[in-house]
């Protein structure tokens, strides 16, 4: 049944609003109008669903639609029935979480005809009852959305889709409209043959993303690094994605500590606090989610500036799913990620109890990841030949590597010669194997082929195997070799390759980034290291210790409550020069405190900085999270909602006086708290006055154990701590 022009349009607008396609949309709906398979490579946001939801709303019958996200099948189903000219029963969807009361209203409006369009999830498809009766109506087509689900090779691979054909035949025969925002040519292959559409007109967009930035940086101190850049983007929303809950957890206090306004999001938090912190993110209450990739699926945040990858991504996929998640506004999009080849070691670590197949494909992905990072072509021809897509200009202008050009050579030589030993073996090999021939560098698989032998073996033997691994990589991106799809990683010639191989002609080569080892993640801290204590400039630490002074008389209170020691030391290293930098950059200083008492010292300093034309370190202080505390942001939050100490203790499984060392490390860090709440329920209010007034009049630092030594006897040691604690928060910090 095809379906004219003008009614196509007309559906647009009646149905959707809208005046025109995007896109490929037309095209794709014309031809599955006209009875024929599609396979539709869109990136997210391209336009996908309505190159169904069109097509079911004119076409005679149901159309079934199979996805794999139940949370977003309702929205759309919602979406539909909002429709002006639809009814109610116009789009139903099927799923575990209908009662039986809902099912039999779905199976009588598909019976009665009016459904156009039923969401099933995959695993409701393969029940008989829904067989039997989806054989009953007919079927328009099939839509198989998230379609990289069928792959193994794809980042999200589900069992279940690999049954959708065979069930297809049990219905009934109708045309297919396989559906992806991701696919290499390896998952789009897997896709068409296991559907059996290999006669699919395949209909792709472009996957680039001209807006979005992409950087790759040694991992190298990268909390610090982190904070510094988000403090250079303040006020901008940003995502990080962190492999582990735990190192999401310690990551978003790292953030909160330091004074930027980030939450934690993971699978292992209940759902209600990860639907608030993502409600937060959201309505910009928070610059920051910090978020393992269990965030970002049907997120639709258009003006999210950064997405930061703290460790690498399992594979390329998952990378561009995640970095797509910036700009989606079209406006600027930062995407930075951490490497170091320890990541990846451990992500291999992490495969090891795996089935062996799943392993085999795991690893040969986390190579691709490897030779991308590493790698010193421009990223967005990478990542989109990664995706078999050609990007020709020769520099894209926002990827780290078309900014910092290295030195290329003329590696027509060192091609040809790759060519001419995969020409000259019998059978294919991955490109590990070949790299390491031409580099003489023998192991048990190349002893074992006898390859070790070959005249070509160490051909190349005044580079490295990871050098010719890169002049391999790049005879992909030129086309000269590809990676055969059947058996995925062997490498073989192109025609072009060989053609190149009889009339070598000039081609520019790179060799590959070096990048640090990385650090070892036994994460006591590498922020730890960068607070370490100790000398600063003794002179002005000095005067700064007499402005103390003074400023102390003039607002009659102890030196020490208005900075202490530590915060002086700290501007004897970094010299702040205004007072954001003082609270930021010194230990123990509050914004607030650093308004109240900061700017004569922030003079001074300038003043001395001048005079004796130091030059300032471009560097800060993190704060960094104390060792095992895996709960500070948490606890402020409580507090704020003002609990009652013993159950935030109870709560974090710890000891009261556990929660009070917790909440005396907050606020030596400058952080306020208010337990007033608590105090007057639970203190007399004549001992709160007494101690406090200790504190003001009698304390000579704002040590705990001088204090307790003091007041011991008098009080109780959770009465002086809790005082100490206001005393600190209303009058220090
Ligand atoms: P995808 O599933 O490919 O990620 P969607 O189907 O969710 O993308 O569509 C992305 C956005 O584009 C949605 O906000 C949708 O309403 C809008 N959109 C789709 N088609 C058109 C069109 N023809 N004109 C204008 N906006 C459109
Ligand atoms: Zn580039």
Not at 15 to 35: C, M, N, P, V, W
Not at 586 to 604: H, I, M, N, S, T
């Amino acid at each position: 049944m095809a379906v004219d022009t003008a009614t196509l349009h007309d559906k647009l607008k009646t149905f959707f609003g809208y005046d025109a396609f995007k896109g490929d949309q037309e095209r794709i709906i014309r031809h599955l109008t006209s009875g024929g398979n599609a396979f539709v490579l869109m990136p997210t946001g391209g336009g996908k669903s309505l190159c169904y939801q069109l097509p079911a709303l004119v076409m005679e019958g149901t159309a079934i639609v199979i996805s794999p996200l139940i949370a977003l099948m309702k929205n759309q189903v919602d979406a539909i029935r909002g429709f002006e000219s639809g009814e109610d029963g116009i789009a139903h969807f099927l799923n575990s979480s209908l009662s039986r009361i809902q099912i039999q209203e779905v199976q009588d409006d598909l019976l009665r005809g009016v459904t156009k369009l039923l969401y099933v999830a995959p695993e409701s498809l393969t029940k008989e009852e829904n067989i039997a009766l989806l054989k009953e109506i007919k079927i328009s087509f099939y839509a198989v959305d998230e379609a990289h689900c069928i792959s193994e090779w794809g980042h999200d691979f589900r069992p279940e889709y690999r049954k959708i054909r065979s069930i297809i035949d049990q219905i009934q025969p109708a045309p297919v409209i396989a559906l992806t925002a991701t696919a290499t040519p390896k998952v789009q292959s897997d896709i068409l043959k296991n559907l059996r559409i290999q006669d699919a007109v395949v209909f792709r967009s472009s996957f680039n993303r001209p807006n979005l930035y992409y950087e790759v940086r040694d991992k190298v101190e990268p909390e610090k690094d982190i904070i510094r850049y988000i403090r250079q983007n303040a006020g901008k929303s940003g995502i990080i994605y962190c492999l582990s809950r735990k190192k999401v957890e310690e990551m978003a206090q790292m953030l909160a500590i330091n004074g930027i306004k980030a939450l934690p999001y993971h699978a292992g938090l209940d759902a209600k606090t990860r639907a608030e912190n993502q409600d937060k993110f959201l309505m910009e209450e928070i610059d920051v989610i910090v978020a393992t990739i269990a965030f970002g699926m049907g997120i639709d945040k258009p003006d999210v500036r950064f997405v930061i990858h703290y460790d690498i991504p399992k594979s390329i996929e998952g990378y561009y799913q995640e970095t797509g998640r910036a700009g989606r506004d079209g406006k600027e999009g930062h995407c930075i990620t951490y490497y170091s080849y320890k990541d990846i070691q451990k992500l291999e670590k992490f495969m090891q109890g795996k089935p062996v197949a799943e392993q085999e494909i795991g690893k040969q992905l986390l190579k691709e990841t490897v030779a991308y990072a590493e790698s010193s072509q421009c990223r967005r021809k990478l990542l989109l030949n990664y995706f078999g897509e050609d990007y020709t200009q020769d520099n894209c202008g926002a990827c780290d590597n078309c900014l910092h050009p290295k030195a290329r050579f003329d590696g027509r030589e060192e091609m040809s010669l790759v060519i001419e030993l995969i020409e000259s073996l019998k059978e294919h090999f991955k490109l590990e194997h070949l790299a390491s021939i031409l580099a003489g560098v023998s192991n048990a698989l190349i002893k074992s082929y006898k390859h070790d032998e070959l005249p070509l073996f160490g051909a190349g033997k005044d580079h490295s195997v990871r050098f010719w691994a890169a002049v391999i990589h790049q005879g992909i991106i030129l086309h000269y070799l590809d990676k055969d799809i059947e058996n995925y990683g062997l490498i073989y010639a192109t025609d072009e390759g060989l053609e190149f191989y009889l009339n070598p002609h000039e081609v520019m080569l790179v060799e590959d980034r070096t990048f640090s080892e990385g650090e070892d993640e036994d994460d006591e801290d590498s922020a730890a290291a960068v607070n370490g204590g100790g000398g600063g400039d003794p002179v002005l630490l000095s005067m700064l210790k007499d402005l103390r002074k003074d400023v102390a008389r003039k607002y009659r209170v102890q030196p020490w409550m208005v900075f202490a020691d530590p915060a002086l030391e700290d501007m004897t290293i970094v010299y702040p020069l205004s007072l954001k930098e003082l609270s930021e950059k010194c230990q123990g200083v509050g914004e607030g405190k650093a308004r109240k008492y900061g700017q004569p010292f922030v003079d001074l300093i300038a003043k001395y900085v001048e005079e004796n034309e130091i030059e300032r370190p471009d560097d800060f202080v993190v704060k960094s999270v104390a060792a095992r505390s895996g709960n500070k942001v948490a606890i402020i939050q409580a507090i704020d909602r003002k609990l009652p100490l013993e159950d935030i203790a109870s709560s974090k499984g710890l000891e009261m006086s556990d929660l009070l060392t917790e909440i005396e490390s907050i606020v030596a860090t400058g952080t306020r708290v208010n337990l007033n709440y608590y105090i007057e329920e639970e203190l007399d209010p004549d001992v709160v006055q007494e101690i406090f007034t200790w504190f003001k009049e009698e304390a000579t630092s704002d040590s705990l154990s001088d204090a307790m030594k003091a007041l011991e006897g008098d009080y109780e040691e959770k009465e002086i701590r809790l005082v100490r604690i206001k005393f600190l928060c209303e009058v220090v910090n």
